[in-house]
C-alpha cells in the first residue's frame, strides 16, 4: 500500500528513502526542493549540483518540486545578503511552507492516515500540520545533535590557528528540534553513535532506531580492479584521499599534524571538496598535498579510482556516506568510531585507537610498509552485504519502525 510521503531538501543519500519507499511500494510521493529530470527545462543549465536532482529509480514515481520557487528564493537570499544560519534557516521554513502547501492539495486522497517522513531541522511545520490531520511521523535524524555541535565547538576552541566562519546555531534552531523530536513517532538514526549523542540529549530512548545509510554502486564500480604495486616509492606514492568538506569536525587538524610528521615520506594527500578553514601557509604550498577544491557528486569516482586508502578520522558523523562509496571502488578505509560501523579493523581497513595525528600517521606508515595487506583489505571491502537497498526496504519498514506504530 501507497502510505508513505517523504519529504526532503537536496539529495541526500541519493533519495535512498524514497527509492526504498518506492521499491517496496510503499510511497505515495516525494516531495522535494528541486527535480530536475530529463524532460525538465532546467537540463540546459551547465553542470551544477541542480543537475543531479534526479534518480532514475524515481524516475515513475510520484515526485512534487518547487523549482521555479526554488530559484526565486536562492536570488532572494542573495540580494538581501542572507548566508550562513540565516540562510539555512529561512530554507528550511521556506520548504516546509512549500510542502504544507502541496500536502494540503494531497490530503483529500489519503483514505487511510499515512506515515509522513522528514528529515531533522526542516520537519517542525510539517509535523504540525501531519498531526492535525492524524497522521503518524517519522524523523530522519541527519546528524548526532546538538552535543555534535558541542564537541565541534570544543575542537575550534583548540585549533584558533585554523580560522573558519563555522559558528554555533542559533537557540532557536535547536529548540525547534527539540519540538520535532517531540511530534515524531519514531526518529531514525544511522549510527549507534548518533543515538548515543542523541539519548545523552535528552531524546527518549524508545522513539530512536538504528538504520544505517545504504549505497547503490555505479555500474563501473562492479566490475573494478584495484592494483597496488609490490611497494611504495617516491615514484609511485602511497596515494591518500581525503573527500568531504575540509573542517574541523572531520578531523582536519589532526591530518595536517600527521602529514608534518610524515615529511619525506612517499605518501601524497589528496583532499577533495570545499575548504572551510583557514589553512597556514606551510600546508598551502606542501609539496605531499593536492588542495583539488569542491566537486560535484559525479566527478568524486576517478578520485575514488585513482587513490590507495580512504582516510575518514571524524570527530563526529551520523554515518559518513563516503565510506560507502569507498568500498564501492573497494578502496580500505581508515576513519574514527564515531560514525557509521562501516569499517572492520584489519579486515577491509583500520580503525584508529584515537583521532589525532600520531594514530593517523601510524595507520598511514603501517599502510606504507604493508602494500600487500592493502590489498587483501581492498579485496574484503564490499557494500553488497549490509547496507543495500533491499535490505534498508526490510530493516526499516519491518524491523524497526512497526514497534513504533
Known amino acids: 500500500m501507497s502510505n508513505w510521503i517523504c519529504c526532503q531538501i537536496g539529495a541526500r543519500e541519493h533519495y535512498a528513502i524514497a527509492r526504498a519507499l518506492n521499491q517496496d511500494g510503499k510511497l505515495a ?33 510520484q515526485v512534487h518540486s518547487f523549482n521555479t520557487s526554488l530559484i526565486s528564493f536562492e536570488i532572494t537570499q542573495k540580494i538581501q545578503k ?22 494540503t492539495e ?5 483514505n487511510t492516515p499515512p506515515i509522513l517522513f522528514s528529515y531533522s531541522y526542516a520537519a517542525l511545520d510539517i509535523f504540525c500540520f501531519a498531526k492535525q490531520q492524524g497522521w503518524k511521523t517519522v524523523l530522519g535524524q541527519i546528524d548526532p545533535g546538538i552535543l555534535e555541535e558541542k564537541i565541534v565547538s570544543q575542537e575550534h576552541e583548540k585549533h584558533p590557528q585554523y580560522q573558519s566562519k563555522w559558528e554555533p546555531a542559533p537557540s532557536i534552531y535547536w529548540q525547534n528540534w527539540q519540538e520535532e523530536c517531540k511530534l515524531a513517532d519514531a526518529i531514525i538514526v544511522n549510527s549507534d553513535w548518533s543515538r548515543h549523542l542523541l539519548e ?69 594527500f589528496w583532499f577533495v571538496g570545499s575548504n572551510q578553514v583557514e589553512v597556514p601557509y606551510y600546508f598551502e604550498n606542501h609539496p605531499q598535498i593536492r588542495w583539488i577544491g569542491h566537486i560535484n557528486r559525479s566527478e568524486t569516482a576517478q578520485y575514488y579510482q585513482q587513490a590507495d586508502v580512504f582516510l575518514f578520522p571524524t570527530l563526529s558523523d551520523g554515518f559518513g556516506l563516503t565510506q560507502l562509496e569507498a568500498q564501492a571502488w573497494q578502496m580500505p578505509i581508515i576513519a574514527s568510531s564515531n560514525c557509521g560501523d562501516v569499517v572492520r579493523d584489519g579486515v577491509n581497513g583500520l580503525l584508529l ?19 600487500d595487506h592493502l590489498s587483501r ?22 524491523d524497526q519502525l512497526k514497534v513504533c506504530f
Open 377 to 398: 583489505l581492498s579485496e574484503q571491502s564490499s557494500t553488497t552485504n549490509c547496507f543495500n537497498l533491499g535490505r534498508l526496504g526490510e530493516k526499516l519498514f519491518i
Open 106 to 110: 494531497l490530503a483529500p486522497q489519503f
Open 353 to 371: 585507537s584515537e583521532v589525532s595525528g600520531e594514530a593517523i600517521a601510524q595507520s598511514l606508515k603501517f599502510c606504507l610498509e604493508h602494500a
Open 29 to 61: 510521493c516525494l516531495i522535494t526542493d528541486a527535480w530536475v529530470s530529463a524532460k525538465s527545462p532546467f537540463k540546459i543549465f551547465p553542470q551544477t549540483g541542480l543537475r543531479e536532482r534526479f534518480h532514475t529509480d524515481l524516475a515513475q514515481a
Open 200 to 268: 545523552n540529549a535528552g531524546i527518549e530512548e524508545n522513539k530512536l532506531k538504528i538504520v544505517p545509510l545504504v549505497y547503490t554502486p555505479p555500474e563501473n564500480a562492479k566490475n573494478f580492479i584495484r592494483l597496488y604495486p609490490a611497494s611504495f616509492s617516491k615514484n609511485r606514492p602511497l596515494r591518500v584521499l581525503f573527500l568531504g568538506q575540509v573542517i574541523l569536525r572531520k578531523g582536519i587538524a589532526y591530518i595536517l599534524e600527521a602529514i608534518k610528521s610524515l615529511e619525506g615520506y612517499p605518501i601524497e
Open 82 to 103: 542572507h548566508f550562513g544560519w540565516t540562510q539555512i534557516i529561512a530554507r528550511n521554513q521556506w520548504f516546509q511552507q512549500q510542502a504544507i502547501k502541496k500536502l
